[in-house]
T-cell receptor, first 116, second 111 residues
Framework: GAVVSQHPSWVICKSGTSVKIECRSL??????MFWYRQFPKQSLMLMAT?????????EQGVEKDKFLINHASLTLSTLTVTSAHPEDSSFYIC????????????FGPGTRLTVL | KQEVTQIPAALSVPEGENLVLNCSFT??????LQWFRQDPGKGLTSLLL?????REQTSGRLNASLDKSSGRSTLYIAASQPGDSATYLC??????????FGTGTSLTVIP
């Protein structure tokens, strides 16, 4: 199947700093990517849809000024958590549709963010 | 808004047992449904994808069924093994590409 990578796999930062997470499609092009957040022992919650060459679409309740998304190329989307606070600590996962007809979602391995 | 629920939330079975995981969704206007496996601290591994026009999909010891009209899907695992221990998530796709995830079932298979 298609491969999606994320970098870094984990990051620890101080409160108030900004953190950038990268999501790459390694063997296919993705005009759309999705960002999810997962709190401990909870399911994944869709945060936003990243669109290549245009603005991201955010789900209700997600602050677009806090979670900046840039989809500058067909293989790369970035999520920047600005002025991070401890409550932003979570597991962030991206995905991209791929395969014939792009029916299937392929997920990155996730990024564990810990804000001190 | 699409609500996706999985029952049970946790399940512990002895090795070799057959088991069924349930997924229900409130809006039947789905494009497809996908079952995933997630190991602790890891990303998601796709197990089975069922299109809205299909009734079931099989892969090895796994069989997933879909009843769109009643808003239900089941994942059947035959002859469970300790390596099957993980959290299983179902996700439904509506128009567009967004997936809405279920609450997950944490499975433990006891040797």
């Amino acid at each position: 199947g298609a491969v999606v990578s994320q970098h870094p796999s984990w990051v620890i930062c101080k409160s108030g700093t900004s953190v950038k997470i990268e999501c790459r499609s390694l063997d296919f092009q993705a005009t759309t990517m999705f960002w999810y957040r997962q709190f401990p022992k909870q399911s994944l919650m869709l945060m936003a849809t990243s669109n290549e060459g245009s603005k991201a679409t955010y789900e209700q309740g997600v602050e677009k000024d806090k979670f900046l998304i840039n989809h500058a190329s067909l293989t790369l989307s970035t999520l920047t958590v600005t002025s991070a606070h401890p409550e932003d600590s979570s597991f962030y996962i991206c995905s991209a549709p791929a395969g014939e007809g792009r029916y299937e979602q392929f997920f990155g391995p996730g990024t564990r963010l810990t804000v001190l | 808004k699409q609500e996706v629920t999985q029952i049970p939330a946790a399940l512990s079975v002895p090795e070799g047992e057959n088991l069924v995981l349930n997924c229900s969704f409130t809006d039947s206007a789905i494009y497809n449904l996908q079952w995933f496996r997630q190991d602790p601290g890891k990303g998601l591994t796709s197990l089975l994808l069922i299109q809205s026009s299909q009734r079931e999909q099989t892969s090895g010891r796994l069989n997933a069924s879909l009843d769109k009209s009643s808003g239900r899907s089941t994942l059947y695992i035959a002859a469970s093994q300790p390596g099957d221990s993980a959290t299983y998530l179902c996700a439904v796709r509506r128009t567009g590409n967004q997936f809405y995830f279920g609450t997950g079932t944490s499975l433990t298979v006891i040797p």
